[in-house]
């Protein structure tokens, strides 16, 4: 299957990609480094709570009077909430949970990764300097904010 941004890789990855900056910008290793890293932290970030969502889904005892003889209610609201977490192989099952959902985002986070990449692999090939100081960063890149619990309630 697809990704949404498969085709702005292939293309960067051809080396057919191409953006223009105005003279104010300035292309810099760290932006890239820091992109890496980021993402990289957003994707550990989306399978946990891909887990998360499963560990719903496949949850046996919700407390909600479901296994009450004559309380169907209980039973149709547990299979709802189950089907929003995940897939559950249920016939009302749609794509419209959260955990394909939380698919769909980790793919285009890689994406945005791969894109940058090689991007970042283009600017090492020619410019030498870039390609030190994105050695350099990467060696030694602090710890992305994503996913942190500093600052959380």
């Known amino acids: 299957m697809a990704t949404p941004l498969e085709s702005l890789v292939q293309e960067a990855k051809n080396g057919g990609l191409t953006v223009s900056f105005s003279p104010d910008i300035r292309v810099n290793a760290d932006e890239f480094v820091y992109m890496e ?11 946990s709570m891909q887990t998360q969502a499963q560990a719903i889904a496949s ?7 479901e296994s009450t003889e004559g309380l169907s209610s209980a039973a149709t609201l547990v299979g709802w909430f189950r089907g929003k977490a995940g897939k559950t192989g ?32 283009r600017y090492m090939a020619q410019d030498e300097e870039f390609a030190a ?5 990467s060696a030694n890149v602090p710890p992305s904010a994503i996913g942190s619990t500093e600052g959380k309630a």
């Open 59 to 65: 949850r046996e005892k919700w407390g909600l009077g």
């Open 133 to 137: 100081r994105y050695n350099e960063l």
């Open 37 to 47: 890293r980021d993402c990289t932290a957003f994707l550990d970030e989306i399978i």
């Open 90 to 121: 249920a016939a009302t099952d749609s794509a419209n949970n959260v955990a394909d959902i939380l698919q769909q985002h980790y793919d285009i986070v890689v994406d945005i990764r791969d894109i940058h990449r090689e991007i970042a692999k």
